[in-house]
């Protein structure tokens, strides 16, 4: 039984034959494997190496080059809060107090259930529509107490 799904394995395989060196082919490649496991355990990158035929060493290298790759497993969903000036002056530390409360997730932390991780941003480039925030690659801006929840809940 292979180590990936065979969406993986078909994403793996197009990427192999689109770069021209197996080497260029290792950040898409590392890209997958995160996306199929939400992170890059140790076996997923030897999984990487194995599949594109390149030692674990220059794989992990890579992985852990970049700071796009997480090395420990997260929630399902990445929260990223912004608490720069704006944001901080419409309330985003009221907001992360209310993600505290309701889901039990602090900043570089997980909630107890697995769904949510939450980091602090620097500016995300809405300080006109503070605070904002990121949930995986949306954007939410204008965010209320009671609006955060309702945007959270269609995470699952
Ligand atoms: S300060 Fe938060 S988006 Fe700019």
């Not at 929630?75 to 985003?92: E, P, Y």
């Not at 769904?115 to 949930?135: Q, T, Y």
């Amino acid at each position: 039984m292979s180590f990936f799904s065979d969406k993986a394995l078909k994403e793996l395989d197009e990427i192999k034959k689109r770069y021209p060196t197996r080497r260029a082919a290792a950040l898409p490649a590392l890209y997958v494997a995160q996306k199929e496991f939400g992170w890059l355990s140790p076996e997923a990158i030897d999984a990487v190496a194995r599949h594109l035929t390149l030692p674990p060493a220059v794989v992990k290298g890579t992985a852990t080059f970049y700071s796009m790759y997480k090395h420990r497993q997260v929630g399902r969903h990445l929260i990223q809060v912004c608490t720069n000036v704006s944001c901080m002056i419409f309330g985003a530390e009221n907001l992360l107090g209310l993600l505290e409360e309701k889901y039990g997730v602090t900043p570089g932390g997980t909630s107890p259930d697995g769904r949510f991780s939450l980091v602090i941003m620097e500016c995300i480039g809405a300080c006109d529509k503070a605070p904002a925030m990121l949930v995986d690659e949306d954007f939410h801006s204008d965010l209320t107490r009671n609006g955060i929840i309702n945007i959270l809940e269609s995470y699952k």
